[in-house]
């Protein structure tokens, strides 16, 4: 059974930081593309990194060099460290492997 359990959200200060963790059980994460996405109410959910099966990342514009994703293929985890975060990434953010599996998602909010 596919399963992706996403931890890590939680509430933090602007210039803060984050690391979000996916649990990945069900396929291997070198199976799959892997991603990171995120939705705020009202809006539509929209793509914030990407990992290949190969080890390649890529960024949505409004993160890069800010955010960093990576996989740990040993323990079949996938992360998303943010860093500088401001209001605008406040939103519930998605684990996604491959285009059919979801995570229930975790939620991040920035505020002073």
């Known amino acids: 059974q596919v399963q992706l359990v996403e931890s890590g959200g939680g509430s933090v200060q602007p210039g803060e930081s984050l690391k979000l963790a996916c649990a990945v059980s069900g396929f291997a994460l070198s199976d799959y593309v892997m991603g990171w996405y995120r939705q705020t109410p009202g809006k539509e959910r929209e793509w914030v990194a990407g990992?290949?099966?190969?080890?390649?990342?890529n960024y949505a514009d409004f993160v890069k060099g800010r955010f960093t994703i990576s996989g740990d293929n040993a323990r079949n985890m996938l992360y998303l460290q943010m860093n500088s975060l401001n209001p605008e990434d406040t939103a519930v953010y998605y684990c996604?492997?491959?285009?059919?599996?979801w995570g229930q998602g975790t939620r991040v909010t920035v505020s002073s």
């Open positions: 990992l290949t099966t190969v080890g390649n990342t």
């Open positions: 996604r492997g491959g285009r059919q599996y």
